[in-house]
Nanobody, 126 residues
Framework: QGQLVETGGGLVQTGGSLKLSCAGS????????MAWFRQAPGKEREFLVA????????DFPDSVKGRFTVSRDNAKNTLYLEMNSLTPEDTALYYC???????????????????WGQGTQVTVSS
């Protein structure tokens, strides 16, 4: 299995922006379905978005829709999550994940992904 490494987290003020990156270690990165999840303290891990090999994306949850954007660069083996207009409610550990296959109906499920990064912390101050 490959490895995933998230970077780009940090401390920002309300209204600020961050761009997270998730670097894959395998040349087969382009064949994986990639996803972003986040987990706030004391809460369940929340699915944010999945993106297929060719860039087809799922919808973001309403809580981040219009503020977050996902993209991937298969040539660089990298997945991105651009986050704008951040609020304290966005404070969480952000994870990227990968799977070689998952039907559309289960892309939101944590168990559908078999490769995970270690997470990168995003903290938004009020």
């Amino acid at each position: 299995q490959g490895q995933l490494v998230e970077t780009g987290g940090g401390l920002v003020q309300t209204g600020g922006s961050l761009k997270l990156s998730c670097a894959g270690s395998e040349r087969t990165f382009s064949s994986y379905i990639m996803a972003w999840f986040r987990q706030a303290p004391g809460k369940e891990r929340e699915f944010l978005v999945a993106i297929t090999r060719i860039g087809v994306r799922t919808d973001f949850p309403d809580s981040v829709k219009g503020r977050f954007t996902v993209s991937r660069d298969n040539a660089k083996n990298t997945l991105y999550l651009e986050m704008n207009s951040l609020t304290p409610e966005d404070t969480a550990l952000y994870y990227c994940a990968a799977t070689t296959f998952a039907s559309p109906g289960i892309l939101t499920m944590r168990g559908s992904y078999d490769i995970w990064g270690q997470g990168t912390q995003v903290t938004v101050s009020s």
